[in-house]
């Protein structure tokens, strides 16, 4: 398994980035998910998709505001970001694990990561 993010940047509060995630090895059976980290600090969880649990499940701090979705053709995975604020900026990554993962929004819960990627929201 390989995952590949991108589409990180530097943008204005109140506007908007889609970063892309993608995947090979990966099947439409595994759970997906962003993360993001701040130097100094612990990596924290965005968003996932969980296989066959039915919908998208996100961070409080990001509920209303960010998209993830996949596309299992092109195995790639998205995370539409809306609204940004300067507290969103990190470095963001993709991760993917072949199970459908009870605990989805801690780290160790994937086998598989992607480089990451610096989204920048300036004030």
């Known amino acids: 398994v390989q995952l590949q993010a991108s589409g990180g940047g530097l943008v204005q509060a109140g506007g908007s980035l889609r970063l892309s995630c993608a995947a090979s090895?990966?099947?439409?059976?595994?759970?997906m998910a962003w993360f993001r980290q701040v130097p100094g600090k612990e990596r924290d969880f965005v968003a996932a998709?969980?296989?066959?649990?039915?919908?998208?499940l996100y961070a409080d701090s990001v509920k209303g505001r960010f998209t993830i979705s996949r596309d299992n053709v092109k195995n790639t995975m998205y995370l539409q970001m809306n609204s940004l604020k300067p507290e969103d900026t990190a470095v963001y990554y993709c991760?993917?694990?072949?199970?459908?993962?009870?605990?989805?929004?801690?780290?160790?819960?994937?086998?598989?990561w992607g480089q990451g990627t610096q989204v920048t929201v300036s004030s």
């Open positions: 090895g990966v099947t439409a059976r595994f759970s």
């Open positions: 998709i969980v296989y066959a649990r039915g919908s998208a």
């Open positions: 991760a993917a694990d072949p199970y459908r993962l009870v605990a989805y929004d801690v780290p160790g819960s994937y086998d598989y």
